[in-house]
């Protein structure tokens, strides 16, 4: 059975540094597109980031660019969203997902067949 553990949310000041770690166990973490989708309160999920399972091609919503990174160590089974000069608005609760299915990489969390417990970020200003 696939899961997906999430770790490394918090409390952070506006401009801060915060990573995130989503590890895969029960599956190698090559056998998907990975992504991180957060939600706000009272909002809907939001793609983030995603990793590409063969290739490494990466894609990130528009207001993240430049600001967080979202890497892969197969080693580890393990996924990383870097998130760099954090913003009040960057607060939700961030999800770790996996797409086992789709040729190309999706920004739709219905795409999306696993999911991880969620994880809090909280940026102060």
């Known amino acids: 059975q696939v899961q997906l553990v999430e770790s490394g949310g918090g409390l952070v000041q506006a401009g801060g540094s915060l990573t995130l770690s989503c590890r895969v166990s029960?599956?190698?973490?090559?056998?998907?597109?990975m992504a991180w989708f957060r939600q706000a309160r009272g909002k809907e999920r939001a793609f983030v980031a995603a990793y590409k399972r063969i290739g490494g091609d990466t894609a990130y919503e528009d207001d993240v660019k430049g600001r967080f990174t979202i890497s892969r160590d197969v080693a580890k089974d393990t996924v990383f969203l870097q998130m760099n000069s954090m913003k009040p608005e960057d607060t939700a609760v961030y999800y770790c997902?996996?797409?086992?299915?789709?040729?190309?990489?999706?920004?739709?969390?219905?795409?999306?067949?696993?999911w991880g417990q969620g994880t809090q970020v909280t940026v102060s200003s």
């Open positions: 029960g599956e190698f973490v090559t056998a998907y597109h």
């Open positions: 997902a996996a797409d086992g299915n789709s040729f190309a990489i999706s920004m739709d969390h219905k795409t999306y067949d696993y």
